[in-house]
């Protein structure tokens, strides 16, 4: 398991938002990672890196605060879908 998997399933068990440094203890807590000192920064530079990206998983919501980002598309057709109200 990599570093962004574990907290991608944080993430997806939280409720909401989370601050890194809840993400980076409820990682270790579940043991998902071994617990280290650099731990919270390696949590913290692999969330800051991957909200660059356009297919990131994650969205930075506040300073320190990420959470999973929601998908709205399909993409194994690489086509947005059709809103509800025009797909009648």
């Not at 989370?18 to 993400?23: A, K, N, T």
């Not at 043991?31 to 969330?47: A, F, H, I, R």
């Not at 993409?75 to 797909?87: H, I, L, R």
């Amino acid at each position: 398991m990599t570093l962004v998997q574990a907290i991608e399933i944080v993430l997806r068990e939280a409720e909401g938002p989370l601050y890194h440094r809840e993400i980076t203890r409820r990682i270790v807590e579940k043991g998902l990672w071994k617990e280290t000192d650099s731990l919270p920064d390696n949590v913290l530079q692999k969330l800051t890196a991957s909200v660059r990206w356009a297919y990131s998983p994650f969205e930075r919501v506040a300073p320190g605060y990420y959470a999973l980002r929601a998908r709205d598309f399909d993409f194994g057709t690489n086509e947005p879908p059709v809103p509800e109200s025009v797909a009648d």
